[in-house]
């Protein structure tokens, strides 16, 4: 079985630019988490899907940032523009469903994607 | 509201030598506590889980933690540190069932 899978591995890009970031869960996860690690410092949890719906952006900073996750399967994370302070790396996570998981919150996180913008 | 903190951002042992990485939690409800371990280039991998039951948890090549609730601890060891060891490594806590709250990580650095 694949675990989840991030694209790019590392980006480089000048403030101003757009950058987007994919991930592929885990075939079968129905949920999808967005963290990013910024700076050395804790991972912090940007939002989550289910399937193709958004059930929880409070972790978005700001409205630079578009997660979509069109047909419920692979996710994109748009930054645009970037700025300095969105250098960092982007994880990506998946779960089954928290019913059938006994209600526990078993993610699996992806490689991530370092992104430095300079 | 849940929240971790990770005592020491860098710990450096020998080889062979005992490693003792520091977590502790807040927590308004009984928690769910894990350890993540990303090895260099490498995703977040999850090496061991406290949910209910017995307060000694065993993971992934031979680390083990204890969840100590009088302390609000839940502290990662291994008895002989392994060269293959050096990572970073990641305490979290379940703050929601959409949401985990990590800490700011801790650095092994395993010595010949």
């Known amino acids: 079985e694949a675990g989840v899978t991030q694209f790019p591995s590392h980006s480089v890009i000048e403030k101003g630019q757009t950058v987007t970031l994919r991930c592929d869960p885990i075939s079968g996860h129905d949920n999808l988490y967005w963290y990013r690690r910024v700076m050395g410092k804790e991972i912090k949890f940007l939002l989550h899907f289910v399937k193709e719906s958004k059930q929880d952006e409070s972790g978005m900073p700001n409205n630079r940032f578009l997660a979509e996750r069109t047909g419920g399967t692979y996710s994109t994370l748009k930054v645009q523009p970037a700025e300095l302070e969105d250098s960092g790396v982007y994880f990506c996570?998946?779960?089954?469903?928290?019913?059938?998981?006994?209600?526990?919150?078993?993610?699996?996180f992806g490689p991530g994607t370092r992104l430095t913008v300079l | 509201a849940q929240s971790v903190t990770q005592l020491g951002s860098h710990v450096s042992v020998s080889e062979g030598a005992l490693v003792l990485l520091r977590c502790n939690y807040s927590s308004s409800v009984p928690p769910y506590l894990f350890w993540y371990v990303q090895y260099p280039n490498q995703g977040l991998q999850l090496l061991l889980k406290?949910?209910?039951?017995?307060?000694l948890v065993k993971g992934i090549n031979g680390f083990e933690a204890e969840f100590k609730k009088s302390e609000t601890s839940f502290h990662l060891t291994k008895p002989s540190a392994h060269m293959s060891d050096a990572a970073e490594y990641f305490c979290?806590?379940?703050?929601?069932?959409?949401?985990?709250?990590f800490g700011s990580g801790t650095q092994l650095t395993v010595l010949p």
């Open positions: 979290a806590v379940k703050r929601s069932a959409r949401q985990l709250t």
């Open positions: 996570a998946s779960s089954q469903d928290a019913v059938l998981a006994g209600g526990f919150l078993w993610q699996f």
């Open positions: 406290y949910t209910t039951g017995a307060t």
